[in-house]
């Protein structure tokens, strides 16, 4: 059972644009959510959360929001640099653990 | 300093044998974890150890044996190798086992079965 779902699998932006990455889930018991970041041949690295009591956290060019009653997520870059290309994993936790989706590559052109 | 390191980064081995990973942290962190990213890039849990206890189990099979000699490291045994086990798995620490903790990976093992 995928509980959390990422449904788009690659997205291209160009420099200085807005970067959007969605991700939906359906455990209504989750109440933190995190997206990681990567790049090839490293691990994950933590970029940005945010609680199920808040609706949005912003944290230089990152800001989360979740719609609870949609079980919906998103991770908005602004500007996007080349610098960002990478993978990007939200994640959902509850019960000390914690469950990702597939990933969305992120792909920022000059 | 490499905060969550890994040995071996790649590892290729024939079905049937029998393999360890090793992950050690420096970060002083009390728990660890296990992730497998198969090849539809799923991400999941395998199991996590608080101060060198199991608190997390996820429904693995029981030829993967973690052991954790003490909280800075977390190993992971697997027997009789098959197929299926292909994948990159990732060691992870996080200071507690709370919800809330960040958690820091290592850089991933490719593990090949032939």
């Known amino acids: 059972d995928q509980q959390v779902k990422q449904n788009s699998p690659s997205l291209s932006v160009q420099e200085g644009r807005i970067s959007i990455l969605n991700c939906d889930y359906t455990?209504?018991?989750?109440?933190?959510f995190l997206w990681y970041k990567k790049y090839p041949a490293e691990g994950p690295t933590f970029l940005i959360s945010?609680?199920?009591?808040?609706d949005k956290n912003e944290d230089g060019r990152f800001t989360v929001f979740l719609n609870k009653s949609a079980k919906h997520l998103s991770l908005h870059i602004v500007p996007s640099q080349p610098g960002d290309s990478a993978v990007y994993f939200c994640?959902?936790?509850?019960?000390?653990?914690?469950?990702f989706g597939t990933g969305t590559r992120l792909l920022v052109s000059p | 300093d490499t905060a969550v390191s890994q040995t071996p980064k790649y590892l290729v081995t024939q079905m049937g044998n029998d393999k360890s990973i090793k992950c050690e942290q420096n970060l002083g962190h009390d728990t660890m974890y296990w992730y497998k990213q198969d090849s539809k890039k799923f991400l999941k849990i395998m199991f996590s150890?608080?101060?060198?206890?199991?608190?997390i189990n996820e429904t693995v099979p029981n030829r993967f044996s973690p052991k954790s000699p003490d909280k800075a490291h977390l190993n992971l045994h697997i027997n009789s190798l098959e197929l299926g086990d292909s994948a990159v798995y990732f060691c992870?620490?996080?200071?507690?086992?709370?919800?809330?903790?960040?958690?820091?990976f290592g850089p991933g093992t490719r593990l090949t079965v032939l």
């Open positions: 992870a620490s996080s200071p507690t086992s709370r919800s809330t903790d960040t958690q820091y």
């Open positions: 455990n209504s018991m989750f109440d933190y």
């Open positions: 150890y608080n101060n060198k206890e199991l608190i």
């Open positions: 994640g959902s936790r509850g019960f000390q653990k914690l469950v």
């Open positions: 945010i609680s199920s009591i808040k």
